[in-house]
C-alpha cells in the first residue's frame, strides 16, 4: 500500500474482490438458469420467494466479514498486530455461534415465511425445501461470505478468488448432478451450493492458520473477546442491514406481484433480481477492494490517498452498472435466455419487466459504495444511516405506484426510489468530505504542478 501507485494498488486488491463476489453471484445465477431450465416458472417462483430468508444468512456473513475486515485493517494500519490477530480469531466465534442460531431460525419459519407470500402447493413445498438445508448450514452459508473477505483483507485476494471460483464451479457440476440427473428440484440446488461452498470455506480457513498468513493467529489469541467482537459487529452493521435490506425488497415485490399478477411475475422478477444482483456483487467487489485502503489510508492520516481510491470506486462501481443497464436495454432477449427455453409467456413478462425495472441499476453501486465508504473510516452511524433510508424511502413508493399504476408500478417503485436517494446521498457525500478535508478533485495547485 505504501510502495505501489493508488490505481494499481486499488486494482491489486478491487480485481480479485471483484472476481471473488462475481463468482460468488455465479452460486445463485446457475441455480437460477438450472431451475429455470428443468423446473420451469414455478421453481423460479419458489427460489424467489425462498430467498429473502435464505438472504438472512448473508446478511449476517457479510456483516462479519467486513465488519472484521475493516477492523483488521484499521489495526493494521495503526501498527496493532496482536489487537488485529485477536480480531480475527473473533470471526470463528462468530461464524458458529451466529451459524448455528440464524440457520435453526431459517428452518423454523420456513413454512410460515412462504404462506406469507401467498406460495401454497408445489412452489411452498419447493422453497421449504431449499430453506431447511440452507439452514441446517448456517455456518457454512456464512464462512463462505465472510472468509473470503477476510483473507482478502489479509494480504491473499488471489487466494480467495481461487477459492470462491473453485466452488463456483463444483457448483455447475453439483447442480447438473443434482437438478437435472437425479431431478432433485429445488433440494438438489441447496445441497449442491453447500458442497461447494464448503470446499470454498476449507481453502480460505487453511490460509488462515498457515505459514504464508503474516496475521497467523497464536494460541493467546484464540480466546472470546466480547469487546473485539461487538466492535466488529458495529462496523459491519450497515453491510448486514444492506442484505436485509434486499430481502425485504424482494418479499414485498414477491406479494404486490402476486397481487397484481400471478406467479409468472414473481418468476419474471426473479430473473431481474438475478441480474441486478449480479451487478450489486460487482459493486460490492469494488466495495470490498476499496475498503481495506479507505481504512488503512484513513488511519495512516493520509487523505489524498483516501481521494483517489474513492475515486476510483465510483469510477468502477457506477461506470459498470451504466454498461451494464445499456446491455440489458438492448439486448433484453439474451439475458432471459439464460434462464427461459420455451416458456414464451415468461419471456414476454420478463422483459417488460427488466425494461421497466433496471434502467437506473448502477445507482444501487453508488448508494453501496458510499456507505462502504464511510464504514471503512470508521463512521458506522453515517453508512446506517444510508442503508437505513435506502430501506424507508422504497416502502411509500411501493405502496403508492402500485396503487396508481397496477403491474408497471411494481416494476418502478426500486428506480424511482433511487433516483431520489441518491440526490440525498450526493450532498451528504460531498458534506462530510469536506468535514474530513477530503476533496473529489485535486486542488488547482496540484493540477499546475
Same mark, same amino acid.
Given at each position: ?17 471483484? !472476481? ?12 437460477? !438458469? ?97 430453506? +431447511? ?27 480467495? +478468488?481461487?477459492?470462491?471460483? +473453485? ?219 444510508? +442503508? ?62
Amino acid at each position: 500500500m505504501l510502495q505501489q501507485s493508488i490505481t494499481r494498488t486499488f486494482w491489486h486488491y478491487s480485481i480479485p474482490a471483484i !472476481a471473488a463476489l462475481l463468482i460468488s453471484g455465479l452460486y445463485q445465477i446457475v441455480d437460477g !438458469a438450472f431451475i429455470g431450465h428443468a423446473m420451469g416458472a414455478e421453481g423460479l417462483s419458489a427460489i424467489n420467494m425462498a430467498w429473502p430468508l435464505s438472504g438472512v444468512l448473508l446478511a449476517v456473513g457479510m456483516m462479519i466479514g467486513m465488519g472484521s475486515g475493516a477492523r483488521c485493517s484499521l489495526a493494521q494500519g495503526e501498527e496493532k498486530i496482536d489487537k488485529a490477530r485477536r480480531i480475527l480469531m473473533q470471526v470463528f466465534w462468530l461464524l458458529i455461534a451466529m451459524g448455528i442460531s440464524v440457520g435453526l431460525c431459517i428452518v423454523y419459519f420456513a413454512p410460515m415465511f412462504m404462506r406469507l407470500q401467498d406460495a401454497s402447493g408445489i412452489i411452498e413445498n419447493y422453497g421449504i425445501d431449499y430453506l +431447511t438445508i440452507i439452514g441446517i448450514s448456517g455456518p457454512i452459508v456464512l464462512g463462505s461470505i465472510a472468509m473470503p473477505l477476510l483473507v482478502r483483507n489479509l494480504g491473499a485476494p488471489r487466494l480467495a +478468488t481461487i477459492a470462491m471460483l +473453485t466452488g463456483a464451479l463444483l457448483n455447475v457440476l453439483m447442480d447438473y448432478v443434482f437438478i437435472i440427473r437425479l431431478g432433485w428440484g429445488l433440494k438438489g440446488a441447496a445441497i449442491g451450493t453447500i458442497i461447494s461452498e464448503s470446499v470454498a470455506v476449507i481453502i480460505c480457513i487453511g490460509f488462515v492458520f498457515s505459514r504464508y498468513n503474516k496475521l497467523r493467529p497464536q494460541r493467546e489469541h484464540i480466546a472470546f473477546n466480547l469487546r473485539l467482537s461487538l466492535e466488529s459487529l458495529t462496523t459491519g452493521f450497515s453491510s448486514m442491514l444492506m442484505y436485509l435490506y434486499l430481502s425485504v425488497v424482494v418479499m414485498m415485490h414477491n406479494l404486490l406481484f402476486m397481487k397484481h399478477g400471478g406467479p409468472i411475475e414473481v418468476a419474471a422478477y426473479g430473473i431481474a433480481s438475478y441480474l441486478i444482483g449480479f451487478y450489486y456483487l460487482l459493486a460490492e467487489g469494488v466495495c470490498g477492494g476499496m475498503q481495506p485502503l479507505v481504512s488503512y489510508y484513513y488511519g495512516a492520516r493520509q487523505p489524498e490517498k483516501v481521494r483517489q481510491v474513492l475515486k476510483l470506486g465510483l469510477m468502477t462501481a457506477v461506470g459498470g452498472g451504466i454498461a451494464l443497464a445499456v446491455a440489458i436495454l438492448i439486448l433484453p432477449s439474451l439475458f432471459t435466455s439464460i434462464f427461459i427455453s420455451d416458456d414464451s409467456a415468461l419471456h414476454v413478462a420478463t422483459i417488460h419487466g427488466l425494461r421497466l425495472h433496471l434502467f437506473v441499476m448502477y445507482l444501487d453501486g453508488f448508494i453501496v459504495l458510499a456507505a462502504t465508504f464511510f464504514q471503512a473510516l470508521g463512521h458506522a452511524r453515517y453508512a446506517t444511516f444510508i +442503508t437505513l433510508s435506502n430501506m424507508l424511502i422504497l416502502f411509500p413508493f411501493l405502496g403508492f405506484f402500485p396503487w396508481v399504476f397496477g403491474l408497471d408500478g411494481v416494476w418502478l417503485a426500486m428506480p424511482l426510489s433511487n433516483i431520489c436517494l441518491s440526490i440525498v446521498v450526493v450532498l451528504m457525500l460531498k458534506r462530510q468530505l469536506r468535514r474530513l478535508g477530503i476533496r473529489l478533485t485535486p486542488k488547482k495547485e496540484s493540477l499546475a504542478s
